[in-house]
């Protein structure tokens, strides 16, 4: 079975960092795309970073430039670096993962595995 455990979440100020990881089990990083979701009170959980097998990166508008996506394909972990955070990015946090290159990477749907996410509380 393929498992995404996220970890690193928590409470930080506006203008500090979080870094979330992302473990993986029965799944193989470096031949599927990954990606961070998140998901606000009274919104729909929206995209905020992936990266395709060929390390190619995208990012939601938002978030360009303070965060970065990167993955260990050693140890099948997935990261996302969040700098300069704002109250804005508050939510909870998913990982989740596609099977070999996506269109769309933003769109849910086109994912087939999902973790049990990670609160940011940024004040």
């Known amino acids: 079975d393929v498992q995404l455990v996220e970890s690193g979440g928590g409470s930080v100020q506006a203008g500090g960092s979080v870094r979330l990881s992302c473990a993986a089990s029965?799944?193989?990083?470096?031949?599927?795309?990954m990606g961070w979701f998140r998901q606000q009170a009274g919104r729909e959980r929206e995209g905020v970073a992936a990266?395709?097998?060929?390390?190619?990166?995208y990012y939601a508008d938002p978030v360009k430039g303070r965060f970065t996506i990167s993955q260990d394909n050693a140890r099948n972990t997935l990261v996302l670096q969040m700098n300069n955070l704002k109250p804005e990015d508050s939510g909870m946090y998913y990982c989740?993962?596609?099977?070999?290159?996506?269109?769309?990477?933003?769109?849910?749907?086109?994912?087939?595995?999902w973790g049990q996410g990670t609160q940011v509380t940024v004040s």
């Open positions: 989740a993962a596609a099977p070999g290159y996506i269109e769309q990477w933003f769109v849910r749907s086109h994912y087939n595995y």
């Open positions: 029965g799944y193989t990083f470096s031949r599927n795309s």
């Open positions: 990266i395709w097998p060929s390390d190619r990166k």
